[in-house]
């Protein structure tokens, strides 16, 4: 196909990426870009900080303008430009001024389409209530700044724990709103398995955000005589009222599908287009990239959604190597992500506990509380790290971490050593950085594979935190090895305490007819008395993350 008109409808991650690309492979093209929005090319992540201050001044959200991709890439940019329709036989899109209302026509040899995912709105009684907003560009952003400003001590409702919803929370906090956050599943941030997300309930708890999980928005309500609430009272199906000034519509996103579907191409089962590994359309002139296109999950390879910025800037590329005769291959999306609320970090990468499931994939799981960076060394902050493997292979299939520092730099290389196929006994064998300021001669990530490993080997069989409160006293045993000051902390209820040190002489008092589950602090100590306990003839199994993970998961989410 020879390629002298490339079009590109979306001018942001996706759209920008490919048509930048597609210049450095193609100079003599005539490339085109198409931007509904006032801007392209901006950094939509950044716009809860600049909503909450941190990022000051609009500019610096701009990463390029049209006069600045123009001057670079020689690229025809045209802001406010909505393409409306695409007539695939001839090979031509067309295009509405949205200041004149003018339509016009521009032909193409290859099409990208980026056009991103629009927030969703379900059709909740009362949902476009004066105060209420999205979060999508910078419009949306300068929007919330006008509605907030002049009322100090406002308080904002976010509706939905996703990241958006949450870096929303904390941002309206940083600048002091009163915030509330609705959830409908039992935890924020759906790609974390329980325990890890409730790091972060208790997080926003301790920064005074209130918190209604398992609970949704039943209607938003006019204000009634005697209610102050600026935008709305806010009805949950619970039956509370939470008076809003501000509301923030975080439910997730729907890939914007409309152009493509109308132009007939293949939309696949979860609502987003259908790509091929070059990411091109059913229709071969036509590529598609970012939030709206369906991408395999590189874990399980199902189809799914994952509208991150990462991957829509590879994909932009990929389809720009395409057109141009290279080769490239999507191989897929991992789902890596990160977030900070308040103090804490929270990151994930390939798969979690209900996707594995779902996929039918065999998998152990084991969790662990290392430092990060020398304990020795002051400011070493525990991380909470969960890595899954295939049970068969050890091969890693995804990983978690929250903390107060540590958790980017082992999420990025436990992304990486997904992508590479890695198996536990790899990570075990990481040569990673050392120095006391930044890790321990024995990285976390060395130690999860090491954990793992041993599970892998026969050494230690776990426990998951979510098993004690269905274990049975006549079948099993739960047993506390910490020092009697940490008993008296707090215990697992049933437990029985023998400290470590004590273990070999105090032998008799355990039962060889039941399974002994043993834990600690972290799972630590434990699974040294589950290796003592294992070669005197016991059935014994560690509590993986022990007493750290357990306490977390369990401590009840009660709402303000
Ligand atoms: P977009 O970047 O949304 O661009 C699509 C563009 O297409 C839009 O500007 C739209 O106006 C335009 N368009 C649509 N239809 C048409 C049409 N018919 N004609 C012309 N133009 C059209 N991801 C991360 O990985 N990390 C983060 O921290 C992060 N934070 C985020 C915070 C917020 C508030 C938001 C909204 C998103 C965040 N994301 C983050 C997600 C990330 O921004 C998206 O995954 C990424 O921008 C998707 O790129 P895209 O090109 O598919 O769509």
């Given at each position: 196909?020879?390629?002298?008109?490339?079009?590109?409808v979306g001018?942001v991650a996706g759209g920008?990426?490919?048509?930048?690309?597609?210049?450095?492979?193609?100079?003599?093209?005539?490339?085109?870009?198409?931007?509904?929005?006032?801007?392209?090319?901006?950094?939509n992540c950044?716009?809860?900080?600049?909503?909450?201050?941190?990022?000051?001044?609009?500019?610096?959200?701009?990463?390029?303008?049209?006069?600045?991709?123009?001057?670079?890439?020689?690229?025809?940019?045209?802001?406010?430009?909505?393409?409306?329709?695409?007539?695939?036989?001839?090979?031509?899109?067309?295009?509405?001024?949205?200041?004149?209302?003018?339509?016009?026509?521009?032909?193409?040899?290859?099409?990208?389409l980026s056009p991103g995912a629009a927030p969703l709105k379900p059709?909740?009684?009362?949902?476009?209530?004066?105060?209420?907003?999205t979060v999508r560009?910078?419009?949306?952003?300068?929007?919330?700044?006008?509605?907030?400003?002049?009322?100090?001590?406002?308080?904002?409702?976010?509706?939905g724990g996703g990241y958006v919803g949450?870096?929303?929370?904390?941002?309206?906090?940083?600048?002091?709103?009163?915030?509330?956050?609705?959830?409908a599943l039992?935890?924020?941030m759906a790609p974390l398995?329980?325990?890890?997300?409730?790091?972060?309930?208790?997080?926003?708890?301790?920064?005074?955000?209130?918190?209604?999980?398992?609970?949704?928005?039943?209607?938003?309500?006019?204000?009634?005589?005697?209610?102050?609430?600026?935008?709305?009272?806010?009805?949950?199906?619970?039956?509370?009222?939470?008076?809003?000034?501000?509301?923030?519509l975080g439910m997730g996103v729907r890939p914007e599908i409309s152009l493509a579907k109308?132009?007939?191409l293949e939309i696949g089962a979860l609502g987003g287009i259908r790509v091929n590994e070059?990411l091109q359309t059913s229709?071969?002139?036509?590529w598609a990239v970012g939030d709206a296109i369906e991408v395999r999950d590189a874990v399980t390879g199902a189809w799914s959604l994952v509208p991150l910025a990462g991957p829509a800037n590879r994909q932009g590329?990929i389809a720009?190597?395409?057109?141009?005769?290279?080769?490239?291959?999507y191989r897929g999306t991992w789902g890596t992500a990160?977030l900070?609320?308040?103090?804490?970090?929270?990151?994930c990468t390939g798969a979690n506990?209900k996707v594995l499931?779902k996929a039918?994939?065999?998998?152990?799981?084991?969790?662990?509380?290392?430092?990060?960076?020398?304990?020795?060394?002051?400011?070493?902050?525990?991380?909470?790290?969960?890595?899954?493997?295939?049970?068969?292979?050890?091969?890693?299939?995804g990983?978690?971490?929250?903390?107060?520092?540590?958790?980017?730099?082992?999420?990025?290389?436990?992304?990486?050593?997904?992508?590479?196929?890695?198996?536990?006994?790899?990570?075990?064998?990481?040569?990673?950085?050392?120095?006391?300021?930044?890790?321990?001669?024995?990285?976390?990530?060395?130690?999860?594979?090491?954990?793992?490993?041993?599970?892998?080997?026969?050494?230690?069989?776990?426990?998951?935190?979510?098993?004690?409160?269905?274990?049975?006293?006549?079948?099993?045993?739960?047993?506390?090895?910490?020092?009697?000051?940490?008993?008296?902390?707090?215990?697992?209820?049933?437990?029985?305490?023998?400290?470590?040190?004590?273990?070999?002489?105090?032998?008799?008092?355990?039962?060889?007819?039941?399974?002994?589950?043993?834990?600690?602090?972290?799972?630590?100590?434990?699974?040294?008395?589950?290796?003592?306990?294992?070669?005197?003839?016991?059935?014994?199994?560690?509590?993986?993350?022990?007493?750290?993970?357990?306490?977390?998961?369990?401590?009840?989410?009660?709402?303000?």
């Amino acid at each position: 196909m020879s390629v002298q008109k490339v079009v590109v409808v979306g001018g942001v991650a996706g759209g920008a990426s490919a048509a930048a690309r597609a210049r450095r492979l193609c100079e003599d093209a005539e490339i085109t870009v198409f931007e509904r929005g006032p801007h392209v090319s901006f950094a939509n992540c950044g716009l809860p900080y600049f909503i909450g201050g941190e990022i000051v001044g609009h500019d610096s959200l701009l990463l390029q303008t049209p006069e600045s991709l123009r001057a670079r890439f020689n690229l025809d940019v045209r802001c406010q430009q909505e393409v409306v329709a695409i007539d695939r036989a001839a090979q031509r899109v067309k295009v509405r001024d949205l200041a004149t209302g003018h339509d016009y026509e521009e032909a193409y040899d290859a099409l990208i389409l980026s056009p991103g995912a629009a927030p969703l709105k379900p059709p909740i009684p009362g949902i476009d209530r004066p105060g209420h907003f999205t979060v999508r560009n910078i419009p949306d952003a300068e929007k919330i700044m006008a509605w907030l400003k002049g009322v100090p001590g406002a308080r904002a409702v976010v509706v939905g724990g996703g990241y958006v919803g949450l870096e929303m929370a904390e941002q309206l906090k940083h600048r002091g709103l009163a915030v509330t956050v609705v959830e409908a599943l039992p935890q924020v941030m759906a790609p974390l398995d329980p325990e890890m997300a409730a790091w972060l309930h208790q997080e926003l708890r301790a920064n005074g955000v209130t918190l209604h999980l398992s609970d949704c928005v039943a209607a938003f309500e006019a204000p009634a005589n005697g209610e102050q609430a600026r935008a709305s009272v806010v009805v949950l199906k619970s039956g509370k009222r939470i008076e809003a000034d501000a509301v923030i519509l975080g439910m997730g996103v729907r890939p914007e599908i409309s152009l493509a579907k109308d132009a007939g191409l293949e939309i696949g089962a979860l609502g987003g287009i259908r790509v091929n590994e070059r990411l091109q359309t059913s229709d071969p002139h036509i590529w598609a990239v970012g939030d709206a296109i369906e991408v395999r999950d590189a874990v399980t390879g199902a189809w799914s959604l994952v509208p991150l910025a990462g991957p829509a800037n590879r994909q932009g590329r990929i389809a720009a190597d395409n057109i141009f005769g290279r080769h490239s291959r999507y191989r897929g999306t991992w789902g890596t992500a990160i977030l900070r609320l308040f103090n804490l970090t929270a990151g994930c990468t390939g798969a979690n506990e209900k996707v594995l499931r779902k996929a039918g994939i065999a998998y152990q799981a084991v969790h662990l509380h290392p430092d990060s960076h020398a304990g020795y060394y002051p400011g070493a902050e525990e991380i909470a790290l969960k890595i899954l493997f295939a049970s068969d292979t050890g091969k890693l299939l995804g990983a978690q971490a929250v903390a107060r520092a540590g958790v980017d730099k082992r999420i990025d290389v436990l992304a990486t050593a997904l992508m590479s196929g890695l198996t536990v006994q790899d990570l075990a064998e990481l040569e990673l950085a050392y120095a006391p300021p930044y890790g321990s001669a024995r990285d976390p990530v060395n130690l999860a594979g090491m954990i793992a490993s041993n599970v892998l080997a026969g050494d230690v069989d776990v426990a998951q935190w979510s098993e004690v409160a269905a274990l049975a006293s006549d079948t099993a045993l739960l047993l506390d090895v910490r020092t009697d000051e940490e008993r008296r902390k707090g215990s697992i209820s049933g437990s029985i305490h023998i400290p470590l040190h004590q273990l070999r002489s105090r032998l008799a008092e355990l039962p060889k007819d039941r399974e002994i589950i043993v834990y600690c602090r972290s799972g630590h100590r434990s699974y040294y008395a589950c290796r003592m306990l294992v070669q005197r003839g016991f059935r014994a199994r560690n509590l993986t993350g022990s007493y750290r993970t357990w306490k977390t998961a369990t401590t009840v989410d009660a709402p303000h």
